[in-house]
């Protein structure tokens, strides 16, 4: 008996040694490590080793991987040229996503040879677009303030290198590493929108320039990726901790939804949340603006009191992002560079054991038996 399950609720759709998001107990963890003993403690770098190979690398392993990376950080010509022709308003997740495609044009094989699971050229794959994924974002952010797009530099670690290319200067030591536990904390998490839209594209043995695309689109709409910005918006609009309480009640009752709080798995705290709530006390104090945490403890401690319900990952986020002085536009395309590292380790796994997804819809549609009506005999 077909089971009807509308959003996909409960169904498990594969098996992943990746990551486990575990719902009632509050807990995420990457390849058996719980996401508290990574976070803060190894590198973005680390985590990209870990989803790809199933372990933590080596000293000699990381320095290799640093190097795959780097090397694989500069654009062709031909995307730069589009980063500078794109337009200035254009959304940067747009822009990502156009990017990304278009480096599969670009690429002498379009991807793919990455699709067999015993070639390592599905790893130089990987490297690539996870390496250029930060780098079309921030070329992006660039041009677009008719700024000069800096040089690539391959001394730079992927959070150090993304700030640099932002800011057009080596970034502080704090800012740089703050960014990398954000990386590790948004790396991977079980089978989210996106990363389902990556698994569902390769699955039909497309290119993995394909399966990126398709993810970004899906991690653009604000109730995945994008809600991190709507946070923002919602405290500009908000103002004051004063008008916290009002704006929530009458937003609650027009049944809209508050940006950064629920989850669909999580039912206790979303793990991810305290490091995140920590940096960003730790940020908001370090620059003497306390008002948005303010504001944000109020909405979150308001919430769990009227709805039951927590604040999840993009709510402290927002405010860490905010604090590093990113523009809210580009809070969706961070989570992109981050999350690229799970999508192309879900990539990779699923061309290793691949069945083409397949599911049933329901019919709700009229009985079987009508008749075509001549056109000129219609109403
Ligand atoms: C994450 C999210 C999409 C999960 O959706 P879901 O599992 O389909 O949950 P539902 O939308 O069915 O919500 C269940 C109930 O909680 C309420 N609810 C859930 N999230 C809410 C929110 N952010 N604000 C207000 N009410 C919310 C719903 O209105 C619903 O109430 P009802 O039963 O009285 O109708 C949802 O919580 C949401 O839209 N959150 C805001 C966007 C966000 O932060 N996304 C990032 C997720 S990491």
Same mark, same amino acid.
């Given at each position: 008996?077909?089971?009807?399950?509308?959003?996909?609720?409960?169904?498990?759709?594969?098996?992943?040694?990746?990551?486990?998001?575990?719902?009632?107990?509050?807990?995420?963890?990457?390849?058996?490590?719980?996401?508290?003993?990574?976070?803060?403690?190894?590198?973005?770098?680390?985590?990209?080793?870990?989803?790809?190979?199933?372990?933590?690398?080596?000293?000699?392993?990381?320095?290799?991987?640093?190097?795959?990376?780097?090397?694989?950080?500069?654009?062709?010509?031909?995307?730069?040229?589009?980063?500078?022709?794109?337009?200035?308003?254009? !959304?940067?997740?747009?822009?990502?996503?156009?990017?990304?495609?278009?480096?599969?044009?670009?690429?002498?094989?379009?991807?793919?040879?990455?699709?067999?699971?015993?070639?390592?050229?599905?790893?130089?794959?990987?490297?690539?677009?996870?390496?250029?994924?930060?780098?079309?974002?921030?070329?992006?952010?660039?041009?677009?303030?008719?700024?000069?797009?800096?040089?690539?530099?391959?001394?730079?670690?992927?959070?150090?290198?993304?700030?640099?290319?932002?800011?057009?200067?080596?970034?502080?030591?704090?800012?740089?590493?703050?960014?990398?536990?954000?990386?590790?904390?948004?790396?991977?998490?079980?089978?989210?929108?996106?990363?389902?839209?990556?698994?569902?594209?390769?699955?039909?043995?497309?290119?993995?320039?394909?399966?990126?695309?398709?993810?970004?689109?899906?991690?653009?709409?604000?109730?995945?990726?994008?809600?991190?910005?709507?946070?923002?918006?919602?405290?500009?609009?908000?103002?004051?901790?004063? !008008?916290?309480?009002?704006?929530?009640?009458?937003?609650?009752?027009?049944?809209?939804?508050?940006?950064?709080?629920?989850?669909?798995?999580?039912?206790?705290?979303?793990?991810?949340?305290?490091?995140?709530?920590?940096?960003?006390?730790?940020?908001?104090?370090?620059?003497?603006? !306390?008002?948005?945490?303010?504001?944000?403890?109020?909405?979150?401690?308001?919430?769990?009191?009227?709805?039951?319900?927590?604040?999840?990952?993009?709510?402290?986020?927002?405010?860490?992002?905010?604090?590093?002085?990113?523009?809210?536009?580009?809070?969706?395309?961070?989570?992109?560079?981050?999350?690229?590292?799970?999508?192309?380790?879900?990539?990779?796994?699923?061309?290793?054991?691949?069945?083409?997804?397949?599911?049933?819809?329901?019919?709700?549609?009229?009985?079987?038996?009508?008749?075509?009506?001549?056109?000129?005999?219609?109403?």
């Amino acid at each position: 008996m077909p089971i009807i399950a509308k959003g996909l609720e409960g169904v498990i759709a594969n098996s992943t040694s990746l990551s486990d998001v575990r719902g009632d107990e509050g807990k995420l963890l990457y390849e058996g490590y719980n996401i508290n003993e990574l976070a803060g403690h190894v590198s973005f770098e680390e985590v990209i080793h870990l989803l790809w190979h199933g372990r933590l690398p080596t000293a000699a392993e990381l320095l290799r991987l640093h190097e795959e990376l780097a090397d694989e950080r500069e654009l062709p010509e031909e995307v730069v040229d589009f980063i500078l022709c794109a337009p200035k308003n254009a !959304n940067p997740m747009d822009v990502l996503r156009t990017g990304i495609s278009m480096l599969g044009l670009y690429d002498s094989k379009g991807g793919k040879d990455s699709l067999d699971p015993t070639d390592s050229l599905k790893y130089l794959r990987a490297a690539s677009i996870t390496a250029k994924m930060s780098v079309i974002a921030a070329y992006y952010h660039r041009a677009r303030q008719g700024k000069d797009l800096p040089p690539i530099n391959k001394e730079l670690t992927e959070s150090e290198h993304f700030l640099y290319l932002l800011e057009g200067k080596i970034p502080s030591q704090e800012a740089a590493e703050t960014l990398d536990v954000c990386y590790v904390l948004h790396a991977d998490h079980g089978m989210n929108a996106s990363t389902f839209s990556a698994r569902v594209t390769i699955s039909t043995l497309t290119d993995i320039y394909s399966a990126v695309t398709s993810a970004i689109g899906t991690l653009k709409g604000p109730l995945h990726g994008g809600a991190n910005e709507g946070v923002i918006q919602m405290l500009q609009e908000i103002g004051e901790e004063s !008008n916290v309480t009002a704006w929530l009640d009458k937003t609650l009752l027009e049944k809209k939804k508050i940006m950064g709080i629920g989850h669909r798995v999580y039912k206790t705290l979303d793990p991810r949340a305290p490091h995140l709530r920590a940096m960003a006390f730790q940020m908001c104090e370090g620059l003497g603006e !306390n008002k948005w945490m303010k504001m944000a403890e109020r909405i979150a401690s308001l919430m769990k009191e009227k709805k039951g319900l927590n604040a999840n990952v993009d709510f402290y986020s927002a405010i860490v992002y905010y604090s590093l002085g990113l523009p809210t536009d580009m809070f969706t395309p961070v989570f992109s560079i981050a999350r690229v590292a799970g999508w192309t380790a879900h990539i990779l796994e699923q061309l290793a054991d691949n069945r083409i997804y397949r599911p049933l819809s329901e019919y709700i549609g009229p009985e079987e038996g009508k008749k075509v009506i001549p056109i000129s005999q219609r109403e």
